[in-house]
């Protein structure tokens, strides 16, 4: 990676809600827009401003054709630069740290919003992502496929219902502090246990609420960063990786694609041991499976040893999921954006009630396409 | 937008088109994008494990695949490696080159391929387009991308027999265009004799636009390979240069049909682009432009704004030649949008197209004369658009 | 010479001595009877002994065969050429046998090569003569049209087809009321049907031209059966999967549209002013894209303005109301509202009466519906302000 740093000057949430049915996504994207510009000061003009914008969302979901013509205006993008990370929202941030390390600007406007009550179902709508021929008339979409991966995952690793619960209600612990956050009831295991199945072995309260959200944020070269805050966050390691398509060819528990970027975006990051130089990790756990899988994919947790994870306070010792993670709730396309937010609030030290100390440095995570066909990280340093 | 110099220096390595028709029952999505890999590593002397990273882009709700990359995957080669998806509508092959421009320019990567695809037959294209708009009113009233309004307004500025006139010129110089690329979609072999009985006789669409003056709907996909300056002179002695790019979008409404005409997005991108560069006359300084032209009435009032022309220059210079394929500046020896239109590879081909006659590899459409300096444009949204500058030399 | 599927009886005996394969004779001794009955029929028989072969075309009662084969002109040349399925044929008494029923089934297939019939080049009248076999009327619900052929050149000449109550009638001559006339070169036209040239390059370049309803020319031509000549190879046909995804969608309308709507129901035109350079935004913005900032004020624009651009649509897309194919032309005029800031354009329909007079320039007002629930329908179009 170049020798330049880029830096996040800010972050602005939208409260996560599952049915936001009073308020258009514009609406929810100007609340952000506003928020970031009365923290930064930045404005949109052509010889000072932001003049470049990456917005995040999805035609399908949106149920539009262009979904960010929609809502240029309310991205301030009006005679500027915009293009849409089509795909997870955290690839956007990678995306907006290339514009300015390659020199073409040096702020950039990053924000993404996606409505999951809008549509009928969400799983129609992923399950639309699967080949006309076989996938999609098998009925396959991202809740059914994660049974899969789960059940494979608890086989190889040990995990268990009761695993799964405990993963559960420390999310709703966690989310209770997290103002942003959309489930924040206060579950017992036993509720967990007894919530109806879903996809088996994924109960519903194992998997991630509906969720309507927008999230923000400003980006800036480090020539330019103190403008805005006094406190940047740094990018300094961003990678992702592409499994392939057919869940046959995978080994469905076996976290290739992400095992792969972590190695990637530690190197950039330089580093070398990240089981001690990680003190904070989002990770996008759509499912609470998900949470111990992805921990091992990104090396915090031994291979298959999902179950001792859980068991040692695993997620304790590296403050996963502060926030509450994915299953308190943010929609799909943007809930990479989210785990960047949360953790730059925690490196900032402005999380709030849900603050820990002594975060240096942090991960973020974000998983899309069927069982995590599709992995994103993103280091992040004060 | 550039407001500096870039970090370092990019080079288009490779291009691939697969062949533009209506139609291609025998091949799915994920192998048509695959056979255009294939010719863009094939033209680059490469294999896939010296690509690091892929990028994808066409229109979800015109096939309806949710987030079609991840079942392309089998076909783009990105499994293993990294991977975005960026779409910005008409624009987005555009878009997919200032994306590889600024990966590569970041030295996040060294060698990105960048992939722009359409298969319209597997959709309804209007119906698509018409989806653009919002779904609480004006989706009731819009038909996809057609208006008359630039016929109109032709038509009042320039008088009816003159304008009509210009846009059968301009649509049958893209057809002869057309007839000597053997990759375009729409070849009719027309000639200019034509142009009086096909402009009152050729179907209406909307008002004066007419079925003749319109782009076509094809299948197709475009890729590009774009490298370094270090890695480009390792792999390639052919590179063609990006020199800067900049991207112009504006609000959703349809409102820039009221008393008062604000400055086209086209304009204002031109401007901007040329000031920043030390281009004086664009007519002058570029060799070549490809530009994304969805009809024979955009086209010839898009190039007024696109070369800060004023008045009815654009008119003469159409009508005198100096936008034929031997003219002053050849615009779209391709045969251009209106023949080939696989939306999301379209705003691709631009760039593909004009970094193709720079390196004097384009076949039987290549311009005569050495083409050193080339524009390229995309088209979407509500009036989006996109201008890439190609060089020849790494000498600006 | 009477023909089936464009074959008459007699090109099948015709062509058994050059279809005869004398490695699959082998042992055989015997003779087979046809009797045919119907127009082109007749008796034949056909004798194969040691390797050889004999075809006679006979008269009189069919005694001493191995095997006599009983049909109608129609279904034997059906079955022959594969267009008939002989089994079901058999089952339903179509076909009768009399004898060794075992070689007409195993041993004749061993004996000649299939028949194929010639390829023949098709003409504009072939194509127009099977129009009514080619019909589909579960594609013809609800259809009422009538179709003109209006063919030039050699071999053309002037059709009309009927179509209306699911059934298809096709006859000389061009009516008057046609809903769509298509007027192109016989050449041209044959071309289509043999899909050798492009439907839609040949109308956009000008080949074929099509008066009256362009919608109802794309819809004829799925009532058809693709046209096939007799004899032709047929192309393997790929494979493609139909579906119609669908996902309901419930959109949020939020304050600011909320509003717009609300204005509807009471025939208001509400507009957000943007606080700092005054624009006027409609439908209503929660944003002032040049400025940046957040609009809450509303004003009332009109409901009376001034058209500026006139765009009449002839091409027939889906309605999105209704899925619906809209009626052509309609009209979809801009025009600026009453009040509104000098950019600031609003679309809408027109009212069908004044397609023909509407001008940029003219003064147009709003038709409301009579019961109005706050959505797109409460406005029904604009019209001229006389």
């Known amino acids: 990676m170049a020798n330049k740093r880029v830096a996040i000057c800010a972050v602005a949430q939208h409260k996560n809600e599952s049915d936001m049915w009073y308020k258009r996504f514009q609406g929810m994207l100007l609340d952000v827009l506003e928020d970031i510009q009365a923290q930064t000061g930045v404005d949109f003009s052509e010889e000072k401003g932001v003049t470049n914008i990456v917005s995040c969302s999805d035609d399908v979901f949106d149920a539009r054709t262009i979904s960010d013509n929609g809502v240029t205006d309310v991205l301030g993008a009006q005679y500027r630069g915009e293009e849409k990370m089509a795909q997870e929202g955290l690839n956007g941030v990678g995306y907006a740290m290339s514009i300015i390390l390659s020199g073409h600007d040096d702020l950039v406007y990053l924000a993404g919003h996606c409505k999951e009550s809008q549509p009928e179902s969400r799983d129609m709508c992923t399950n639309l992502g699967y080949d006309p021929f076989y996938g999609r008339a098998m009925g396959l979409d991202f809740t059914n496929v994660a049974g899969l991966q789960a059940r494979a995952y608890m086989e190889k690793s040990g995990v268990t219902e009761e695993h799964l619960a405990k993963i559960v209600v420390r999310a709703r612990q966690w989310a209770a502090r997290n103002p942003y956050a959309n489930a924040t009831e206060l579950v017992e295991p036993g509720e967990v246990i007894a919530s109806p199945m879903l996809c088996d072995p994924i109960r519903r309260l194992h998997a991630y609420p509906v969720s309507d959200g927008a999230v923000a944020m400003l980006l800036a070269s480090e020539d330019r960063a103190r403008e805005f805050t006094d406190n940047p966050i740094w990018i300094t390691g961003f990678a992702n990786c592409m499994d392939s398509y057919f869940l046959g060819d995978r080994d469905l528990a076996g976290n290739s694609a992400l095992k792969k970027a972590a190695e990637r975006a530690y190197g950039h990051a330089g580093i070398k041991d990240p089981e001690k130089s990680i003190d904070l990790v989002e990770v996008m756990d759509a499912f609470a499976y998900q949470q111990p899988m992805w921990m091992e994919g990104l090396g915090l947790c031994e291979e298959g040893k999902g179950d001792g994870f859980i068991d040692e306070a695993g997620p304790a010792r590296y403050n996963v999921n502060l926030s509450g993670g994915m299953l308190a709730g943010n929609p799909i396309m943007v809930g990479g954006m989210y785990r960047v937010a949360e953790a730059v609030l925690q490196l900032k030290g402005e999380a709030g009630e849900h603050q820990v100390s002594d975060v240096n440095r942090a991960i973020a995570h974000s998983t899309t396409g069927g069982a995590g066909q599709f992995h994103t990280v993103v280091v992040l340093e004060r | 937008m550039a407001k500096h110099k870039k970090n370092r220096n990019v080079g288009i390595i490779g291009i691939g088109q697969t062949e533009y028709s209506s139609h291609k029952e025998h091949q799915n999505q994920a192998e048509m994008v695959n056979e255009a890999v294939r010719y863009a590593l094939e033209d680059a002397n490469l294999i896939m494990d010296d690509i690091d990273c892929v990028i994808h882009g066409n229109m979800e709700l015109f096939e309806m695949i949710y987030q079609p990359d991840m079942w392309h995957e089998i076909g783009t080669g990105a499994y293993g490696k990294e991977e975005f998806r960026i779409t910005t509508g008409g624009t987005t092959g555009a878009s997919l080159v200032c994306a590889a421009d600024n990966l590569v320019a970041s030295g996040m990567y060294d060698v990105v391929l960048a992939i722009g695809l359409e298969k319209l037959q597997e959709g309804h294209t209007t119906g698509g387009i018409t989806n653009m708009a919002c779904p609480l009113w004006f989706r009731h009233i819009q038909t996809g991308a057609l208006t008359g309004t630039t016929a109109s307004a032709m038509i009042d500025e320039f008088g009816e027999e003159r304008a009509k006139k210009a846009a059968m010129k301009y649509r049958i110089m893209m057809d002869k265009n057309a007839c000597l690329n053997p990759r375009a979609h729409r070849r009719f072999g027309l000639d200019y004799d034509q142009a009086d009985d096909l402009m009152n006789t050729s179907p209406q669409l909307v008002g004066d636009l007419r079925l003749i003056h319109m782009c076509s709907q094809s299948d197709g996909a475009c890729v590009m390979i774009f490298a370094s300056e270090e890695k480009a002179k390792e792999l390639s002695d052919k590179s063609i240069w990006i020199r800067d790019h900049i991207t112009v979008h504006r609000e959703e409404t349809f409102n820039m049909f009221g008393f008062k005409k604000p400055e086209m997005t086209h304009h204002y991108a031109a401007r901007k682009l040329f000031e920043r560069n030390g281009v004086k006359d664009p007519v002058e300084y570029f060799d070549v432009f490809e530009m994304y032209d969805p009809s024979a009435w955009w086209g010839p009032d898009w190039l007024r704004e696109f070369l800060l022309l004023e008045g009815d220059e654009h008119i003469k210079m159409l009508e005198q030649g100096d936008f034929d394929i031997d003219g002053k500046l050849p615009v779209n020896p391709s045969g251009g949008v209106i023949a080939t239109n696989p939306i999301g590879a379209t705003a691709m081909l631009r760039p593909a197209e004009a970094a193709l006659q720079v390196r004097g590899d384009a076949g039987k459409h290549q311009i005569k004369g050495e083409v050193k300096h080339a524009l390229a444009s995309g088209f979407g949204g509500t009036m989006w658009t996109v201008l890439i500058m190609l060089e020849k030399y790494l000498d600006w | ?386």
Request: glycine fraction near 12%; charge should be negative.
């Open chain 3, 1 to 386: 010479m009477a023909e089936y599927f464009g074959v008459a009886v007699e090109d099948i005996f015709n062509t058994m001595e050059e279809r005869f394969r004398k490695e699959g004779a082998g042992g055989v001794d015997a003779i087979f009877g046809y009797d045919i009955s119907g127009e082109g029929g007749g008796k034949w028989k056909v004798t194969v002994k040691d390797e050889n072969l004999k075809v006679e075309k006979i008269e009189g009662d069919l005694e001493g065969y191995s095997v006599i084969l009983d049909t109608d002109a129609e279904t034997f040349v059906g079955v022959t050429i594969g267009k008939v399925d002989a089994g079901e044929a058999f089952s339903s008494g179509r076909i009768k046998v009399d004898g060794d029923i075992g070689l007409l089934t195993n041993v004749l297939p061993q004996i000649f090569a299939k028949y194929t019939p010639p390829a023949k080049e098709a003409t504009a009248k072939d194509i127009i003569d099977s129009m009514v076999d080619r019909f589909r009327p579960e594609k013809a619900e609800g259809v009422d049209m009538t179709i003109g052929y209006d063919l030039t050149g050699d071999g053309g000449g002037k059709w009309t087809a009927l179509v209306k109550d699911q059934t298809c009638k096709v006859e000389e001559g061009l009516a008057s009321d046609c809903t769509v006339t298509l007027q192109m070169d016989a050449k041209v036209f044959v071309d289509l049907n043999l899909g050798l040239i492009d439907g839609t390059a040949a109308f956009t370049s000008g080949q074929v031209k099509i008066e009256g309803d362009m919608g109802a020319a794309a819809t004829s031509a799925a009532l058809f059966e693709k046209f096939k000549v007799a004899g032709a190879e047929e192309a393997e046909e790929l494979i493609s999967l139909k579906c119609l995804p669908s996902v309901d969608q419930r959109f949020a309308t939020g304050p600011v549209m909320g509003k717009w709507f609300e204005g509807l129901k009471e025939k208001k035109f509400y507009a957000t002013k943007c606080p700092k350079c005054g624009r006027t935004q409609i439908p209503p913005r929660e944003i002032c894209a040049n400025c940046r900032v957040r609009c809450t004020e509303c004003v009332e624009l009109g409901p009376k303005g001034t058209a500026t651009f006139i765009d009449i649509v002839y091409y027939a897309s889906p309605d999105p109301l209704t899925g619906e194919v809209r009626e052509t032309p309609y009209g979809g005029p801009f025009f600026m509202l009453d009040g509104a800031t000098e950019e600031e354009s609003f679309a809408h329909g027109l009212n069908p009466k004044d397609l023909e007079r509407i001008k940029p320039g003219m003064r147009i007002r709003p038709v409301w519906a009579e019961e109005r629930t706050g959505s797109y329908t409460d406005l029904l179009y604009f019209e001229i302000d006389d």
